[in-house]
């Protein structure tokens, strides 16, 4: 397993990473759940991802629980903030008083004195910005969080936080979490620059496109009964035939490299310097094995340019 630093801070993050988004504390059985937890680490993956909002805080209690068989310093714990967690008013959003009461909830479900970094989930437009970087700064200082993120903010979003933060002298954003795969590549347009200009480092989520991207998918009509594309119809309107056929195409060049589909599509998110992690998600232990391969795989000019050609 190789290792990069999460954007231009000192910590140092697996290249592959293991979520428990739609699946730990969820439709994946506690056991598989905690098998694929325990060969991440044996596999070197050091960097784990959930949210309070993950199965209502159940995703954080799994999470915590399998992971305290480790060494708390040998790996680094991230989770979320901004999600419903309640029917009240002040139960989502990134307010002062959400993010202090979410963050000593996680705490407690993941049974952990502190988080490596904590996230803020979305951006939330109805909060001074000001506010929720102020309370996430007091978090830092008490030592409860030690790196702070957000997901899926814009590049003048969070180019507007880091002015703040270096107004007021605040923490600043050190990671970004949002989707990229092959078939979802907005953030090449301005996030990925700005995140090299400010050192922002990218989490990638979704990076096998809900398994598209592992070419178990014959064809839009014959999608596994026991896959997460077959659970929530969002993921399966995005299998698609013409997708498919791009599928088989980029198999074709990862069989002449002697790599899965999956490993192929992995390893080109990775050609990315500034994509600290790709972030994937596993119900068995064999999956998390077989995407630990992509780390450390560098694709030539030549194969890049013909994944190009494919998806293009």
Known sequence: MKYRKLGKSG???????????LTYGGYVEREN???AIQAAYGLGINFFDTANVYE?????????ETLKAFPR???????????????????RGLSRKHIMEQCHASLQRLGADYVD????????????????LRALDDLVRQGKVLYVGVSEWTASQ????HAIADRYLLDRIVANQPIYNAFNRYIEKEVIPFGERSGIGQVVFSPLAQGLLTGKYSSAGDVPADSRAAKLEGMRK?????KIAKVQELGKVAAELDLS????????ILRQPNVSSALVGASRPEQVEENAKASGVELSAEALERIEQILA
């Not at 910590?11 to 988004?21: N, Q, T, Y």
């Not at 209502?56 to 915590?64: Q, W």
């Not at 040998?74 to 139960?91: I, W």
Request: include cysteine; proline fraction near 4%; aromatic fraction near 8%.
């Open 56 to 64: 209502r805080g159940e995703a954080e209690k799994l999470m915590g």
């Open 238 to 242: 995005g299998v698609t035939e013409e």
């Open 11 to 21: 910590l140092k993050v697996s290249e592959i990473s293991l979520g428990s988004w």
């Open 261 to 268: 589909v999956g490993q192929l599509a992995l390893a080109w």
């Open 158 to 161: 969070m180019a507007e936080a």
């Open 117 to 132: 970094l904590y996230y803020c989930h979305r951006h939330d437009p109805n909060t001074p910005l000001e506010e929720t």
């Open 33 to 35: 759940a905690v098998k």
């Open 73 to 91: 310093e040998s790996y680094v714990l991230a989770t979320k903030v901004f999600g419903q967690m309640g029917d009240g008013p002040n139960d």
